[in-house]
C-alpha cells in the first residue's frame, strides 16, 4: 500500500495532467459536441472569418428548421461546410452562406440529407479558428507536441524537485535528534570521570 501512496504522491502532477486530458478527450468522442471553424467570409458577419465554432452532434436532422445554421459535409468533395439552412423539403434541406449571392444547392435541389449531415451550430469564439488551422499543419502539430512534452517534463522536474526536498527536510529533521540522543550518551561518562 506504501509504495503504490508514494507513486502517486511522486508523481501527482504529471498524473494529474494526464488525467484531465484523457477526460477531455473522452469529453469530446463520447459526448455531443464537437468544433470546427470558419476558414472564409461566406457567413458575414454573422460568423466572421477564423470563428471557432461549436456545434451540436445530438441535434436531430428532422427538427432543423429555416433559418438555423448547420455544418455537413459536402457531397463533390467531403469538405466540411458551415452555412444557413434556407430551405426544407422532404428530399432533404439547401443552404446557403450569408454572404453568398447563390445557394449550395446552384438551384439543383436539396444538397443536404441525413446522410452528410453533421450537426448543429450552437456558439462561435470569433478568431480562434486561425489558431486551429494552424494547429493542423505539420508545424503546428509538431510545436504543440513540443509544448505538450515540455510541460510532462517540467511536471516531472517539479515532482522530482519536491521529492528532494521533502527528502532533505526530512534528512535535516532526524540529525538533530540523532545528535542530541547521541550528546548526552558522551556528556555522563565526563562527568563521572571527573575527581
Known amino acids: 500500500m506504501k509504495k503504490s501512496e508514494g507513486f502517486f504522491r511522486k508523481y501527482r502532477g504529471t498524473l494529474t495532467i494526464l488525467l484531465i486530458l484523457a477526460v477531455l478527450v473522452a469529453c469530446y468522442l463520447l459526448g455531443p459536441l464537437r468544433f470546427c471553424y470558419v476558414p472564409s467570409g461566406s457567413m458575414e458577419p454573422n460568423l466572421p472569418t477564423w470563428s471557432f465554432c461549436v456545434v451540436s452532434r445530438w441535434a436531430p436532422y428532422e427538427k432543423l428548421e429555416v433559418g438555423d445554421i448547420i455544418v455537413y459535409d459536402r457531397f463533390s468533395d467531403g469538405l466540411r461546410i458551415i452555412h444557413r ?15 453568398n449571392r447563390v445557394d449550395d444547392s446552384f438551384g439543383e435541389g436539396p444538397n443536404v440529407n441525413e446522410t452528410n449531415y453533421f450537426g448543429k451550430y450552437l456558439f462561435h469564439i470569433p478568431g480562434v479558428g486561425k489558431a486551429i488551422a494552424l494547429a493542423k499543419t505539420r508545424a503546428g502539430m509538431a510545436v504543440i507536441g513540443a509544448l505538450f512534452l515540455a510541460i510532462l517534463i517540467w511536471m516531472a522536474a517539479d515532482d522530482a524537485r519536491a521529492r528532494k526536498r521533502g527528502k532533505e527536510e526530512a534528512e535535516a529533521g532526524t540529525a538533530p535528534e540523532a545528535e542530541q540522543a547521541a550528546a548526552p550518551e558522551e556528556r555522563e561518562p565526563r562527568e563521572g570521570r571527573g575527581p
Open 85 to 99: 439552412v434556407i430551405g426544407v423539403s422532404d428530399e432533404g434541406i439547401v443552404t446557403k452562406g450569408d454572404a
